[in-house]
Each structure stands twice: as C-alpha cells, then as structure tokens.
C-alpha cells in the first residue's frame, strides 16, 4: 500500500490481481496438498472482489480447469433481514455474486442465533430464507424511505423476482445441527456427496476406477437420490430454525445446558469408572 499509494480496497484488488498473474505459484502449493485435499479459500468481506472485479472470477476459472470442484458460500449477517430495505440490498448483492461468479451458489444469514436481538421480523423467517413474494415488503419500504423512492423499490424488487435464483440457508455457528446442516448442503453444491468411498464395490460393467483421486470417481447410486431431494436432518426444517432461534430461543437455551449438563456428569463417571479399572487392572488398556 505505501509503495503504490494505495488504500486498503485498492491493495486488495492489487493482491488479487498479482495471484492471478501468479497462479502458477498457488497451483504449485495446491498440488503439494495431494489429490484428496478439501481446500477451503477464506476470501476478504471486500464485495468488490466477487461482485465487479474479474481476477477473482479468472482464478476462479483456472482453479476449475485444474481439476477443482467449487462452490461458493456467501455468508451475510441475518440481522439484515429484520430491515426491509437491507434485505433487499442483500438480495441484491447476492444475485450480483451469483451471475458474476457463475459457481454453484450457497447464500447464507450467518449469526441467526443473534438475530433476536435486532428486533421482530414482519414476516416467519421462511419468507426470507425462501425469498418469497417481495411484494410484501412494498409498504415497509415506502415508510421507511422517502415517497420519491417509491418505483425505485419495486424496480429492485421486480430485479430480484425476475432472477429467482437467490436463497438462503441459515448459520449458528456455536449450534452442532446448524453445522452439520450447512456442511451437508456444500457437499451436494461441489458435488463432494457423490463420490463413493474407495472401498466400494463398482456395478457389474463398469469401468473401475477404485484407484482415481476422490473427486473423480462417480457415485451414480448417490446422484439421483440426493441431487435433488430435500436435505434431511437437524435443522434442515426451516421452521425448527425459526423455533431454536427466535419463537422459543430462551426455552431452547435453558434445555440446552440441562442436557450439557447431564453430558457432562456422564463424561465424568464414565471417567471415574475407567479409571477405578485402571487402578483394579494396571494391565487392562481401556478404549
């Protein structure tokens, strides 16, 4: 920054701009992880680099052609949504995202185990993780916002319905199912759900290919059953979502501790108990 003169937005498009024309160097260090590797690129919150910048998107492309199965996952705060007019500059910043990048696209409200804290939403948080009919939202707009503003709200609105391909998934990070939940909709996204471990068995007729890198052996009996199925498990309902976090949080919160609670005092007898057989049994290796 002090040698070109730049700002910190500017020395972040420079960094980009001088990976990309160094690309050979991070392909280097990448094939030093192996074939089997599951990279995770922690990007900068600087939009410029996934909404208008293109060295990121070139990068993005030559990591493709070398043999890497992406996917984005857009983290936004979910507070957001209990504005109507920074929702809809969300929706807009993640439509951007995703026509700009052209990846498999996973948009999430990070931080919805806080979003309490930020006042009452005007509609069940499935109107905004679905991002249902916008319309809705004409009236908060137009008293929030001055009158002249009025048709450029619906110009936003109509923006977003005539693209309707923006979603969310949702994100507490300190909650095991929440997790769990998103993990499992990245892997369906890089398609990483698909490949069979290497010890099974390819279908009679099929060409073998037990020997390939994990992302290049298929797994057909997984496609057609996960590719397009709801994903399934804890915190995968949207609605038990909104129930953890914002219907009953403080109900959920006191059940919570009670049951880490009885995990712990369980922990501790079943270690008080190996160790008992320890001191009976000094020979005795407990698991």
């Known amino acids: 920054m002090d040698e070109h003169g730049l700002g910190p937005n500017g020395g972040m498009l420079y960094c980009m701009e001088y990976l990309e024309a160094n690309f050979d160097w991070l392909e280097e260090r990448l094939k030093e992880l192996g074939q089997d590797a599951y990279v995770l690129f922690d990007l900068p919150g600087?939009?410029?680099?996934?909404?208008?910048?293109?060295?990121?998107?070139?990068?993005?492309?030559?990591?493709q052609k070398v043999g890497f199965r992406l996917a984005a996952v857009h983290l936004c705060d979910a507070h957001y949504v209990t504005d109507a007019s920074k929702?809809?500059?969300?929706?807009?910043?993640?439509?951007?995202?995703?026509?700009?990048?052209?990846?498999?696209?996973?948009?999430?409200?990070?931080k919805v185990d806080l979003i309490s804290?930020?006042?009452?939403?005007?509609?069940?948080?499935?109107?905004?993780?679905?991002?249902?009919?916008?319309?809705?939202?004409?009236?908060?707009?137009?008293?929030?916002?001055?009158?002249?503003?009025?048709?450029?709200?619906?110009?936003?609105?109509?923006?977003?319905?005539?693209?309707?391909?923006?979603?969310?998934?949702?994100?507490?990070?300190?909650?095991?199912?929440?997790?769990?939940?998103?993990?499992?909709?990245i892997d369906r996204a890089t398609g990483y759900v698909f490949v069979p471990p290497r010890?099974?068995?390819?279908?009679?007729?099929?060409?073998?290919?037990?020997?390939?890198?994990?992302?290049?052996r298929p797994n057909t009996f997984a496609l057609f059953s996960t590719a397009a199925g709801p994903l399934k498990g804890d915190r995968s309902d949207i609605r038990d979502v909104q129930e953890r976090w914002i219907d009953a949080?403080?109900?959920?919160?006191?059940?919570?501790?009670?049951?880490?609670?009885?995990?712990?005092?369980?922990?501790?007898?079943?270690?008080?108990r190996a160790r008992t057989i320890r001191e009976r049994n000094p020979d005795v290796d407990i698991a």
């Open 46 to 63: 600087q939009v410029e680099l996934s909404t208008n910048h293109d060295s990121l998107k070139r990068i993005v492309d030559k990591l």
């Open 249 to 272: 949080k403080d109900e959920w919160d006191a059940y919570e501790k009670r049951q880490w609670r009885k995990e712990g005092e369980l922990a501790r007898e079943e270690a008080a």
């Open 117 to 185: 804290q930020y006042g009452d939403l005007d509609f069940n948080l499935d109107f905004y993780t679905e991002v249902q009919d916008l319309s809705y939202l004409e009236n908060t707009l137009s008293s929030s916002l001055p009158p002249r503003f009025a048709s450029l709200n619906m110009a936003m609105i109509s923006l977003v319905e005539d693209h309707p391909i923006v979603g969310f998934e949702t994100l507490a990070v300190e909650d095991k199912g929440s997790m769990l939940h998103l993990t499992r909709a």
């Open 199 to 216: 010890e099974s068995a390819a279908p009679p007729g099929t060409v073998d290919m037990a020997n390939e890198a994990d992302s290049s």
């Open 87 to 110: 929702y809809i500059s969300v929706l807009l910043l993640s439509l951007r995202t995703m026509l700009h990048l052209e990846l498999p696209h996973i948009n999430v409200l990070s």
